[in-house]
């Protein structure tokens, strides 16, 4: 089965604290793997997690606050020195690219590899990664400065030849690919054998949406209906719903009823406020509301299971 793994790095949220990292996530699909936000500390946890860092060629930023892209500098730092030559691809607001700039020409002025930046507009739903296997769109937010979240999803793959009814019914191999995308087959004497006895179904698309930083949001329902896995900030309590309301945040009860309305599998909440010492009134809070909730928390992996439809 193929890999569609969610490791989280850091699920704290702008103070520092000894209980929790800054926001950073890698999403492993397929072999292929993407970083989401990356707070200070971020390559600590990359080791402590055994993530290779050459891995990496492709970096998300949902924000421009520190706690989801300080550890930037650091990584591209480190990369160097562990002579990386691919390219690494940054996908953030425009912005970032500017401030970063004068710390890459001063602290890597040498650096052996390009950074590509990609500059996106968080308040706009488009997609701004794509190749055979996956695309990457952006999940418009509402904090207090533009921000947006990340949706993954797999392309469907081909239907799995059985390659015993290819041997009787002697499908010649030029016709294979055809029937692989869901043709049917026609003998020489005009006998049409249906896809469904030439093949059997392969594996549901799988879909991850990240949301954070964010307020309480119904708009992005539609866009996450469904997904296998919603991760959700959940920086305060219902008791603390005012200061959510004031600081552009959401409560474990908001997004629980995000992950309800939004029909998704399964919700994993982070980014928590300092305040807390235990994070387990969040989660009973969530649960209240959408049971299938997880608590995040650091080296925590999360595998998206692939289902195959009945035909």
Known sequence: MEKFNVHILGCGSALPNLRHNTSSQVVNIRGKMFMIDCGEGTQVQLRRSRIHFKSLNHIFISHLHGDHCFGLIGLISTLAMLERTSKLHIYAHPNLEQVLRPQLDFFCKDNPYE???????????????DDRSLSVETIPL???IPTCGF???EKKTANHIRR????????????IRSIKNG????????????????TTPSASPRSYAYCSDTAYLPEIVEQIKGVDLLFHEATFGSEDEARARQTLHSTAAQAAQIARDAEVKQLVIGHFSARYDNEKPLLREAQAIFPNTLLGTEDMTVSIESTVKES
């Open 115 to 129: 950074i590509v930046f990609h500059p996106i507009n968080p308040d706009e739903r488009e997609v701004i990664y």
């Open 142 to 144: 509402k904090h207090r």
């Open 151 to 153: 949706l993954f999803r």
């Open 164 to 175: 015993d009814m290819i041997d009787f019914y002697k499908v010649p191999v030029y016709q």
């Open 183 to 198: 043709e049917d087959f026609v003998t020489e004497d005009g006998t049409v054998i249906p896809n469904a006895r030439l």
